[in-house]
């Protein structure tokens, strides 16, 4: 993804379906993330880690590799790339996380904070609901 500016982030996108973020069963107490979702948080880390190694280069590379989509003076940066990972439902067995579950997830979620964004397709359309409101429809 590319946003306004020409920087360039990460996207990975898996398939919205329930038990992808959570593992059902317990770690003393805690609830740990399923193979899928740390999987695709494997993924990401190694996708901008590869990104910000290949420094100017890369962006020569990606700037003409898609010239023809870009406005024409916009250039690819590579400046401190993020990752935004969709995954999987708030649900875990068939219900609605519990209140424990959402906190481990949060924790989760702000532990890789400064490099990605993992959001759950639910939360998804709360954003996208959230933003309709505010614009007034």
Known sequence: ?????G?????????PFDDKILR?????????????LSGSIM????????????????EETLTKKYA???PKS????ISNPKAIIIVGRDQIGGAE????????FEIIKRKYANMMDIITY???LRRLNNTIVALGG
């Open 122 to 124: 639910d939360d998804l």
């Open 24 to 36: 059902k069963s317990l770690y003393r107490d805690n609830s740990i993330p399923t193979s899928e």
């Open 97 to 104: 996380m519990s209140g424990s579950q959402l906190l481990d």
């Open 74 to 77: 916009m250039k690819i940066r």
């Open 1 to 5: 993804m590319v946003d306004a500016n």
């Open 7 to 15: 920087n360039l982030d990460v996207i990975e996108i898996k398939k």
């Open 43 to 58: 993924q990401a880390e190694k996708y901008l880690f590869h990104l910000s190694k290949w420094g100017v280069k890369g």
């Open 68 to 70: 023809a989509e870009l």
